[in-house]
């Protein structure tokens, strides 16, 4: 076995339930139908939260439905044997930024902090296989942190906004920065970036564009008005734009979490570490206007900061957190560890605590029953029933024919975006966390 690979584990007590300890800063994974969850820390928590692997890396398993008040959380397996503890960055050092990559979506990569120096930067783990690597990356050393947003685009490159000064690897001092860390041919650069932040949360969207919002300086205090400005990353081209909102502005916070909705077209944001009452914000990509959306349903009574979102089916699935700097009000009201908003709606979200595993498109489909025969005495009546029974499948089946043809070239324009060469096929591709959400991988 190579030295820089650890142990490779036998997939069993996969079924093994979880009680994790609460926690903030933590990273949240989502492969196929798990979320991983790795890290985090909170002052005062079970010291396990650093020291247990089984606290320190799980999952949640979204296969199955559920009711957050009680989540099906796994441990994985052998993880007390295989994961390294030692080569991963604690949370007094700034912790680790963790993300998907690789040719396939089915590996984690996790960057450390620049104060550890004695491991390699880049670990990454291979939830296919449960094994964990050492990776050896060229160019510029990566540096990851629990308060950086980390974005995977479609063509396998991280890409991580700093939030600190740092020295680059020609001795360089920088106040700003953006690492983009190639999974796929395993090497790093460093781009200028027009912005520091920290907390702030990213979202990419899918013509490649990553979506700056919020966060706090590096001295951690809030700018005013930091919703105002929306920083755009052209990952494409290496571009930066800023776009001025407007509509019903957030106030000013760090902590936050976004997600693209289902659409496409707009970016919910949740929490955040300021005292606010409104909990939820919704900004419009077609204007980039803000406004608060209708909701339904018993949402959360504490508002919750340095969580994670992620896109999970037609739920928005955020994870921990705190109230306000070092309080987890939340666990005291007995709310769950994690929330699930129902976004398949534009009109109107809904605040649930069920998980439905069942895939969109079956979910907007309805299923049809034979109908029951018309009773006539009357031949007319029942050539006219006859005439209109025909017309219709008539109808249906040229709609259909229409549709399959847009939406195979829909499928068609969306691969060629996506594609790009370097793997033994000749494309690689990684999904978007919609995607992720069935279970989507191109091989």
Known sequence: MDENEHHIATPLNVNAQLNPSFRKLHSAVLIENRLYIFGGFMDNADPKLLTDPNNVFFYLDMSIPFDTSSLPWRAIPDNDKNLPL???????????????????????????NESTNATSPVHSYDSQNNLWNTQIISGDKPIGRNQMKVITDY?????????????????????????????????CVIRDAPISRLGYSATLLPNGIIVYIAGSERNYNIPPNNFNEIYLYDTNNDKWDIKLATGNIPTSDAGISSVLGLDGSRIIVFGGVADSDNFLNVLDLTNYEWFVPEVRGK?????????????????????????????????????????????????????????????????????????????????????????????????????????????????????????????????????????????????
């Not at 890409?159 to 190639?182: C, E, H, K, P, W």
């Not at 009574?301 to 957190?321: D, L, P, Q, S």
């Open 86 to 112: 030692e080569s991963l960055s604690t949370i007094f050092t700034g912790g680790v930024a963790a993300s998907i990559g690789g040719i396939n979506n089915h590996t984690i990569f996790f960057i450390n």
């Open 155 to 187: 063509k396998g490159k991280i890409y991580l906004l700093t939030g600190f000064d740092f020295t680059d690897q020609a001795g360089v001092n920088r106040t700003s920065g953006m690492f983009i860390l190639d999974t796929i041919n395993l090497n």
């Open 299 to 443: 949402g959360p009574v504490f508002n919750r900061g340095e969580h994670t979102a992620n896109v999970v089916g037609k739920y928005m699935v955020i994870a921990f957190g705190s109230n306000t700097i070092s309080q987890v009000k939340y666990k005291s009201s007995g709310e769950s560890d994690v929330l699930l908003l129902d976004i398949s709606n534009d009109s109107e979200y809904i605040w649930t605590t069920s998980f439905d595993p069942t895939p969109l498109t079956n979910l907007n489909s309805t299923s049809s029953s034979p109908a029951e025969p018309l009773a006539s005495s009357e031949n007319d009546n029942k050539t006219i029933i006859i005439g209109c029974i025909i017309g219709l499948i008539l109808l249906v089946s040229i709609l259909s024919v229409v549709s399959a043809y847009f939406f195979i070239r829909y499928r068609e324009n969306i691969k060629k975006t996506f594609q790009t060469s370097g793997s033994e096929n000749g494309k690689i591709s990684i999904p978007s966390e919609y995607d992720l959400s069935y279970g989507k991988s191109i091989k």
